[in-house]
Nanobody, 127 residues
């Protein structure tokens, strides 16, 4: 069982930055693939960024590539999402998610592939 708690959301002007944090409970954090998903009103929950259990693979949605960075600190059981050059279209609830690696090297990108979810944190970017 993994419990995830996000923090760091808020209101920021376009062009600004935010860093989201996701603190995980449990002693097996280093074996989990981690993802940051986001959901805007009326839209599906999509993967913005993901990182493999080893940290060796990362994924970024085309809309955030070059602006967002996902990193993990296994010593702190925490995964971060650094968001720079924010745009109004980045406004959404951001969710942290975790799933076991299942012995696979593939990085899961679908929300249905993740077993554990945080409560979400609101990010609002004003124009």
């Amino acid at each position: 069982q993994v419990r995830l708690v996000e923090s760091g959301g808020g209101l920021v002007q376009a062009g600004g930055s935010l860093r989201l944090s996701c603190a995980a409970s449990g002693r097996t954090f280093s074996s989990y693939n981690m993802g940051w998903f986001r959901q805007a009103p009326g839209k599906e929950r999509d993967c913005a960024a993901a990182i493999s259990w080893s940290g060796g693979s990362t994924y970024y949605a085309a809309s955030v590539k070059g602006r967002f960075t996902i990193v993990r600190d296994d010593a702190k059981n925490t995964v971060y999402l650094q968001m720079n050059s924010l745009k109004p279209e980045d406004t959404a609830i951001y969710y942290c998610a975790a799933t076991g690696n299942g012995g696979s090297s593939l990085l899961p990108l679908g929300a249905f592939q993740y077993n554990y979810w945080g409560q979400g944190t609101q990010v609002t970017v004003s124009s």
